[in-house]
Structures are given as C-alpha cells and as structure tokens.
C-alpha cells in the first residue's frame, strides 16, 4: 500500500490513520485487539490517540484509549509495525493541561506507562497554550527528542498565525520543529482549513492528518434526519451537519459512492485522501464491518469528475 511521509520526519503512514478516541468508549474488551489487528493486516499502520481519550465517558478519568492500545502493543508484539501518535495539553484532569515544558515531559512519561512502549513516535500539542512561550514549548520536545522519547512532533487545533511563530522559533533557535498539523477537515467543513493552512503546507511539507474527517459520521450517511440521531452518542456534535448544503453532499455521496459500487464513507475518505496537501485523515471504526467500509477508501481511485461533483456539492 501506499505510503506517505508525515512532513520532513521520516515517518511514513498509509494513507487512513485509525482514530483512537473510541478505545475505552464505544469500543471496549477484546474489540480493541481485534480492530487494531484487523487495521494492520489490511495494510495500514498508524493509529492516532491522546492522552486525554476517553475521559468524556462517564467514569473515565482520561488514559483509557492510550491504555488500551498500551495491552495490545504488549500483547501482540507489533510495536514496530505501527506509528503511534499520541497528544498532551487539552485538560486531563482539573489544572493538569498546557504546553509548559515540566508537564510536557512529565506527560509523555505517562503516556510512555500507558502506551508500555519506550518511544512515541508523533507526540503532539493537542491545543495552544497562549499563556506558555512557543520556545519553552518547542524545548521540552527538544528533550524528549534528544533522549530518544519522541521521534517527531506535530500540532493540533492551532491558529495558522501559531504555528507560523512555532517554525520561525525552531528554525532561528534550532529546535525541533512541528512536522504534521491536525486540523478539522471534512466535506462538509472545508472552510477554515482551506483559507488557512492549505495556501503554505506544500511549501513547508507539512504533513496533514485531518480529525472528523467524516464529521462525526455525518458523512457516513447514517444520519439523514433528527430520527436518527436518536439514542446516539453523537448527537450534538451531527445536529450542526442536517442542513440543506449537509444534504446536498450526502446526496453526491450516494451517487459517486454508487457508481463506484462502494459507500459514503470511503468516498468521503477517498476525497481527502486525493486533495493535495492532506497526507492522511484520521477515521474511527466500532465493529469490523464499519472498518471494512472505511480501508475502501484507500484504494478508490477517484476519477477527476467525481472528485468535481463532490466538491462542488460541498462548497461554501
């Protein structure tokens, strides 16, 4: 399978990152193994978590998904056979989050505990932290880096205006510099990314790995009014998408996916995958056939004309 280079690390994903956020949430006990087997002999090899996953369940304390592919790493011996990336600085419990350099390092080695791994190999910054210097930031990774902790960084949710600052700090101070950026990027929302970050990542071979990439499974096509909403988890976060221009993309959707004897999902992931700049979109799977749906979308080579039909469904 294809792989592509995460920015200028060396680090190279297949082109569909599993997204981890549902470890220790929707997906518990042995489904964790049994996806993450699955993913990885389907081809693909890289899996994106966070510290702070799943601590919105209701008895989560935050941990749980990094600890559940922490069991798996161990017990399946395929440490080198996977890229983990994983996140600090959203708030892990009450006053523990931010960019300073002690609690960077201190939470890496958590993380290092619960992942039972010696080394991350993409650790990123989950959020900015205003109150804490880019420099003070960029050198706890610098550390971590040095000691063999981490091999490359990335951010996450950041302003373009940031992360501009962040690469002038590395370079003028020769510190480790931000290799990947993860923005929310999807069909349907497009805007921010596009008028932001997309104009400069070629030119600074940023990698691209985008979150929600199926807008919290709008674009699956499994909500298609409030009805179906009911009893979901992500019912306020799919509310947003029931709109005129969200049915409008559900619609080309249907019809590319049709004509490719496929599904909403993969041709939604596929649509990334083929836009210049984005390196790979992270997607999460619940059961093995909800993941079968999602791996289509690396090999579906999208022709030129339905990759116009698309985005002229979803422009803004």
Do not use: C
Not at 122 to 147: F, G, K
Not at 208 to 229: E, M, N, P, Q
């Amino acid at each position: 399978m294809e792989k592509r280079e995460l920015g200028n690390s060396g680090l190279k994903t297949a082109p569909l990152i599993f997204g981890g956020n549902v470890f220790g949430w929707t997906v518990k006990g042995n489904d964790n193994a049994i996806l993450l087997d699955a993913f990885l002999d389907a081809g693909f090899n890289a899996v994106d978590t966070a510290d702070v996953y799943s601590a919105w369940r209701p008895g989560n304390k935050g941990g749980e998904s990094e600890t559940e592919i922490g069991k798996w790493l161990k017990q399946s011996g395929k440490r080198d056979k996977v890229i983990i990336a994983t996140k600090v600085g959203a708030e892990f419990r009450e006053g523990k989050k931010g960019l300073k350099k002690e609690y960077i390092i201190k939470s890496a080695e958590d993380s290092l505990k619960r992942l039972q791994t010696d080394y991350i190999d993409l650790y990123q910054s989950h959020y900015d932290d205003a109150s804490t210097p880019v420099e003070e930031t960029l050198r706890a990774y610098e550390h971590l880096i040095r000691e063999g902790k981490v091999r490359a960084i990335g951010a996450s949710n950041f302003s373009v205006e940031r992360f501009h600052e962040s690469l002038k700090v590395s370079r003028e101070k020769g510190l480790a510099a931000y290799q990947t950026i993860q923005p929310e990027y999807n069909l349907f929302d497009r805007q921010n990314y596009e008028t932001t970050f997309e104009p400069f990542i070629k030119e600074q071979n940023i990698g691209v790995i985008s979150y929600f990439s199926l807008a919290s499974g709008f674009l699956s096509g499994k909500y298609r009014s409030a009805a179906d909403l009911e009893g979901s988890n992500r019912t306020n976060s799919v509310k947003k998408y029931l709109t005129e221009r969200g049915f409008l993309i559900l619609k080309a959707l249907d019809e590319v996916a049709a004509q490719y004897n496929s599904n909403p999902a993969a041709v939604a992931l596929a649509w990334l995958i083929a836009r210049p700049g984005i390196t790979a979109p992270i997607a999460s799977a619940t059961s093995i056939p909800q993941l079968n749906q999602l791996t289509q979308a690396a090999t579906l080579q999208l022709s030129n004309e339905a990759i116009e039909v698309l985005t002229i469904a979803s422009a803004y």
